[in-house]
């Protein structure tokens, strides 16, 4: 258990709706990752937030998913009107400013499996 | 666009053999280079790193190896145990992209008794 936490573990959806996925980083932690990572492939980098500044998105965001972090602690990774396409496992990474930055904490994943 | 790649995507050793696991990166701004493990069900799980700057380092079992002639990386496990049993990636970034990390598409290690 690295101490980050993901909720829900699993979400099966029907395309067109609406999902949320939440991440619980290690509270000291002060930088927050979204990842996608799908079958047989490594995780692909969705966006970053320092504190609560989110400060770099992918293109692989596209307007349908929205990444929030208020408070500079858990973060939201919104995807409206789910498509096919989007099922992957989206992973929650957390790490130390100034740290030995390639050492990211993930969590364990959310599955998302639309149909 | 640029990425990071996996010579071999599954590697099979019998237990207490030594591993080698290769990655080749093309992109040649990157400058710090790391191996992340993961178990079936878990989150990718840092092993080692290493920059630029260096051609070896070493930790607990593990040796990463960069040739920045040839864009090539290796991580060497040595007496390999079945909880060695995984997926490896490497991962490459650049100093100051904040931890933006490219990943490679992974080799399965496969450890047998």
């Known amino acids: 258990d690295t101490g980050v936490s993901q909720d829900p573990r699993h979400k099966i959806t029907k395309r067109g709706q609406n999902v949320t996925f939440r991440c619980d980083p290690i509270?000291?932690?002060?930088?927050l990752y979204w990842y996608r990572q799908t079958l047989g492939q490594g995780p692909e980098f969705l966006t970053y937030?320092?504190?609560?500044?989110?400060?770099?998105k992918s293109r692989l965001l596209s307007d349908r998913f929205s990444a929030e972090r208020p408070k500079g602690s858990f973060s939201t990774l919104e995807i409206q009107r789910t498509e096919q396409g989007d099922s992957a496992m989206y992973l929650c990474?957390?790490?130390?400013?100034?740290?030995?930055?390639?050492?990211?904490?993930f969590g364990e994943g959310s599955r998302l499996t639309v149909l | 666009g640029e990425s990071v790649g996996l010579h071999l995507p599954t590697l099979s050793v019998q237990e207490g053999d030594n591993s080698i696991i290769n990655c080749a990166y093309s992109?040649?701004?990157?400058?710090?280079f790391i191996w992340y493990k993961q178990e079936s069900g878990k989150g990718p799980q840092f092993i080692i790193d290493?920059?630029?700057?260096?051609d070896k380092r070493q930790g607990q079992r593990v040796t990463v190896l960069l040739n920045k002639t040839v864009k090539h990386l290796s991580l060497q496990i040595a007496a390999t145990q079945p909880g060695d049993s995984a997926v490896y990636f490497c991962?490459?970034?650049?100093?100051?992209?904040?931890?933006?990390?490219?990943f490679g598409t992974g080799t399965r290690l496969q450890v047998t008794l």
């Open positions: 991962a490459e970034t650049s100093t100051g992209t904040a931890s933006k990390l490219t």
């Open positions: 992109n040649s701004a990157s400058d710090y």
């Open positions: 990474a957390s790490s130390r400013a100034g740290g030995n930055t390639g050492e990211l904490f």
């Open positions: 509270s000291e932690h002060n930088r």
């Open positions: 937030f320092q504190n609560e500044a989110q400060l770099e």
């Open positions: 290493i920059r630029s700057n260096m």
